[in-house]
């Protein structure tokens, strides 16, 4: 592999200023002359990338650490990590601004407590032979903070490998992650204590000896240090520790391309979660392919970081934020409620989220406009949205318009928090072509959708923000090559009309190459060519971009004979219907017909049962949900919406034994609690047949409510 430019260092602030993103004419793939194979499409790259892939933009910047040291020595006095504090100028709430630590404090304050950490443990009263304190894994076990981050970044210098306990995940999983990792020591938050404690007590974790808590132990919580102590942990304070490396200063022990930089454990489907193992090498050029794809700011962004640091999609965000100096703010919580009063505050210059967030926003920005009730501010947002599609549709998104500016659109950024936003990022599930357009022409912001995967170190393509055709993953990134195999037996081939369909397959410098100490799943994961397969089923449009379509073994026979993918189904209603936000298909092979679990939209129900019944709920602005879960149970509400489901798709290549005959709504039936869906919200469904079956049971009783006559 070589780097994408060969300048001196002198050059870094330049190459990476100036010369990223890699610019607009090269939105697309080429397929690689004479490389198709018996089954499998041609191979599909980069445009810059006919004779290499890139995994760096500079020789120098070959790991994680190094990527910080250059960003902290391009903007030292950068705000980097910022916070609002609570109980600080107001009584019980949060600030009205954030306050920030410059990425030369934050690079301090790594080294400190990198050596703060090694100090303790090597120091730490329950150690025993079989520690290793020269190579051990870091856990961090809490939402988004500076802590979590400066951590990671105390890890990195110190050529220390790190996991992340999910907030997410049960005791099970965290004991099973601890266990295998045998991670010594844990750094958390103080919520996390009591979950920790009992962990400890009722398992066996002999590694586990260490515990630094994030904040300052309240009266409350003193207790937890004689407690732990009885379990065998020491207990910590996070800036004690700091302080431990002040006082004991350790030389850095940096890493190279080939150090373990994090494990990341994908909570599977079935059984134990897998760890996909990235070094720095994958995740430099998982930063690398950031880089080149996406048009943040350098030096001047404010970016906020709310996405759990737990997943790999985060990691990877936060690697560019700290390549190009910006400022990462933290949420107050990690829910969702606090989100809008965040953004008021720090105004983001870009926004990255998932799917079910924007749809939320999108639901709210409608309702303050296009369906809002009728009078002279509902005419003139949808006069102004409208004309602004236009626009969208010939290219001009992004750019400003005085009159429709002053209008509308500004005071709609403003509500929202996206005053200074730019453009949007989305990936981790389908999203509506809908949504996509509405935002451009609502916000006048760029809207892009990416796509990846734990063992891609998250995105290896995205979408260009500003094109006209929206709805692709966009082309191949500089640091990853894909190719398709076909799925026959789901009637997919590289030689389909509009492009070639296949189990997507990828290859490069930013792919995983093992599972941690699980080589019969590493066997499975990889043909003998080296191309991991996906599992997702893709196809290539004429300029190279890339649509996920489906996935690879999830499908069953109906009574008729017809093979059914529910993914496909699923995705195809989901980016279709923006007013619900949770789908689960189900079949039965000695039936003739399709059923469902529908997540609705309380505030778009909201507007439907007005709209299609005339019924008014007790409070529109906070509607109840067994209010609206009552509602949405009776057969008429359920075939109008089904009605209005199946028309949204009706050009969408949905064969009739594809479409649903029947549903049950609540407002989010798919939730961990449950565990029918994994922290990224993929279904289990075996789990989840068992757990609804009763349901599914009444649905086909029930019959279908799209047919005259019940089946």
């Known amino acids: 592999m070589s780097s994408l430019y060969e300048e001196d260092r002198n050059y870094l602030r330049e190459i990476i200023t100036k010369r990223f993103p890699v610019g607009e004419e090269y939105n697309y793939s080429i397929a690689l002359p004479n490389s198709a194979r018996p089954g499998h499409s041609e191979v599909y790259r ?49 600030d009205p601004f954030y306050t920030w630590e410059s990425y030369a404090k934050a690079a301090e304050r790594r080294t400190n407590f990198g050596a703060g950490l090694l100090n303790v443990l090597r120091n730490n009263r329950f150690k025993t032979d079989s520690h290793n304190f020269d190579q051990f894994i870091v856990s961090l076990f809490s939402g988004n903070t500076p802590e979590w981050v400066i951590t990671d970044l105390a890890c990195s210098a110190y050529s220390l490998g790190n996991t992340a306990l999910y907030d997410t995940l049960g005791p099970g999983t965290a004991e099973y992650i601890l266990g295998a990792t045998e991670s010594p020591v844990v ?97 430099v050029a998982a930063v690398t392919f950031s880089l080149a794809a996406i048009p943040v700011e350098k030096g001047t962004a404010r970016e906020y970081v709310f996405l759990p640091l737990a997943h790999i999609f985060e990691r990877q965000v936060l690697g560019l934020y700290f390549s190009t100096g910006s400022a990462c703010a933290f949420p107050q919580s990690s829910s969702p409620l606090t989100l809008l009063d965040d953004l008021t505050v720090l105004e983001p210059t870009s926004f990255i989220n998932v799917p079910r967030v924007f749809t939320k926003f999108e639901a709210a920005l409608k309702d303050k406009t296009i369906n809002s009730d009728p009078g002279f501010k509902q005419k003139l947002a949808s006069y ?31 509500a929202i928090g996206l005053s200074n936003a730019k453009f949007a990022v989305t990936g981790s599930a389908p999203i509506s072509v809908d949504t996509l357009n509405f935002f451009k022409a609502a916000l006048n912001i760029g809207f892009a959708q990416g796509y990846g995967m734990t063992e891609s170190f998250s995105g290896i393509c995205i979408s260009n923000p500003y094109e006209v055709d929206a709805g692709s993953c966009g082309p191949i990134g500089i640091t990853t090559e894909a190719r398709l195999r076909d799925v026959p037996e789901m009637g997919y081939t590289a030689q389909d009309e509009g492009g070639p369909r296949g189990e997507l397959l990828l290859r490069g410098p930013q792919m995983f190459k093992e599972y941690y100490k699980n080589p019969e799943e590493t066997a499975k994961a990889f043909d003998e060519d080296g191309w991991y397969r996906s599992g997702d089923v893709a196809r290539f449009d004429l300029k190279g971009h890339v649509f996920i379509i489906d996935r690879v073994k999830n499908f069953f026979k109906l009574a008729q004979g017809e093979f059914v993918t529910p993914e496909r189904i699923e995705n195809k209603y989901l980016s279709s219907c923006p007013f619900i936000s949770q789908l689960y298909v189900h079949g039965d092979s000695l039936q003739t017909y399709l059923v469902a679990i529908v997540g609705v939209d309380p505030i778009a129900m909201v507007k439907f049962l007005s709209k299609n019944f005339g019924i008014s709920v007790s409070n529109p602005l906070a509607p109840d949900p067994k209010e609206i879960v009552k509602l949405m149970a009776d057969t008429k509400v359920r075939r109008v919406l089904l009605k209005t489901m199946n028309q949204a798709v009706a050009e969408l290549g949905l064969q009739g034994f594809e479409k649903i005959h029947n549903v049950y709504c609540d407002i989010e039936p798919l939730t961990l609690e449950r565990e029918v869906v994994t922290p990224t919200f993929k279904i289990k469904r075996p789990i989840a047949k068992k757990f609804f079956s009763e349901t599914f049971e009444k649905l086909y009783s029930e019959g279908s409510l799209i047919r005259d006559t019940k089946l």
Not at 53 to 68: A, E, G, N, V, W
Not at 218 to 232: L, P
Not at 396 to 406: A, E, I, M, P, V
């Open 187 to 283: 750094v958390c938050s103080n919520d996390k204590l009591q979950q920790l404690y009992e962990l400890k007590k009722n398992t066996q974790l002999p590694f586990l000896i260490q515990v630094i808590t994030q904040k300052l132990l309240t009266s409350a919580e003193q207790h937890y240090i004689s407690q732990f102590a009885d379990v065998g942990i020491q207990l910590n304070v996070f800036t004690d520790v700091e302080a431990v490396g002040v006082a004991n200063p350790l030389p850095l022990r940096t890493p190279t391309p080939d150090t373990l930089y994090t494990i990341s454990f994908t909570s599977g489907t079935t059984g134990n979660p897998k760890g996909v193992v990235l070094h720095h090498q994958q995740a």
């Open 384 to 414: 102004v949205i409208g004309k602004r599609a236009e626009l969208v549709k010939k290219g001009y998104t992004g750019k400003s318009h005085w009159l429709f500016d002053r209008l509308v659109t500004n005071k709609l950024r403003g």
């Open 46 to 94: 980069h445009p810059l990338c006919k004779d290499q892939l890139f995994d760096k933009i500079h020789p120098s910047l070959d790991t994680m650490y190094k990527l910080f040291e250059n960003g902290k020595t391009l903007w030292p006095d950068n705000d980097f990590l910022g916070h609002r504090k609570f109980n600080n100028t107001k009584s019980d709430a949060f």
